[in-house]
């Protein structure tokens, strides 16, 4: 059952307006009343909104999470929904799409709604118009990652490292989140994550790395 909440005016409702914590609901001016809509392009998963000039919001966690600091399940890159495991060996995905398309963008297939896996402009927005710091034991959790802060809030990144032939590397010391943007058939753009830096570089798709889905 969806429950609506009335308000006697248009004033009361626009200064409620951003502590609503379904996006998915508007005004009827009509009759004061907020209707659901269907459509929820967040899925039911929280974002942190940066005032990036893009507008873009980053989720709060990584796909696969129950938590701001759990690292998460692990994908290759162009795989959509199927999770990494110790013997998924190389990738064989080699779509050049230029974002990946939605049916092997992990973010898409696993959260739906307008989630994506962020491009290389969104990659570079990010660490452009924030201010970076590497955080150990982040809110007690015994997590290490890196913030990025700026609009007054904070997005946290688990350095929760990447697969590689199978084995974990860098848990704790680095972060890998894959974006949506190739590089040429073997390869894909990532965020990384560490003690003192952040980068978007490239590496190998056949790695299992972290995905952080973005809207906008």
């Known amino acids: 059952m969806k429950y609506l909440k009335e308000f006697s005016t248009q004033a009361a409702y626009e200064a409620a307006e951003s502590s609503l914590i379904l996006p998915n609901v508007s005004l009827i001016t009509e009759t004061n009343k907020v209707e659901y809509n269907p459509y929820d392009p967040y899925g039911g998963h929280a974002y942190v909104d940066l005032g990036l000039p893009s507008g873009t919001k980053w989720a709060t966690m990584n796909v696969g999470a129950s938590s701001v600091a759990d690292y998460g399940n692990y994908y290759q890159y162009g795989k959509g ?114 003690d003192g830096r952040n980068m978007v570089t490239n590496i190998e798709r056949r790695y299992g790395c972290s995905v952080r889905p973005v809207i906008g």
């Open 81 to 194: 929904s199927a999770q990494y495991t110790t013997t998924s060996g190389q990738s064989n995905y080699s779509g050049t799409e230029n974002p990946l398309a939605t049916s092997v963008d992990t973010a898409a297939q696993e959260w739906g709604g307008s989630w994506h896996m962020p491009t290389q402009a969104q990659l570079n927005e990010l660490t452009a118009n924030t201010t970076y710091q590497w955080v150990t034991d982040y809110n007690g959790s015994g997590i290490n990652g890196g913030t990025f802060t700026a609009n007054g809030q904070t997005l946290f990144i688990p350095a929760a490292g990447e697969y590689i032939n199978g084995s974990q590397s860098e848990v704790g010391s680095g972060g890998v989140v894959w974006s949506s943007t190739p590089k040429g058939e073997n390869a894909a753009l990532f965020l990384y994550v560490g």
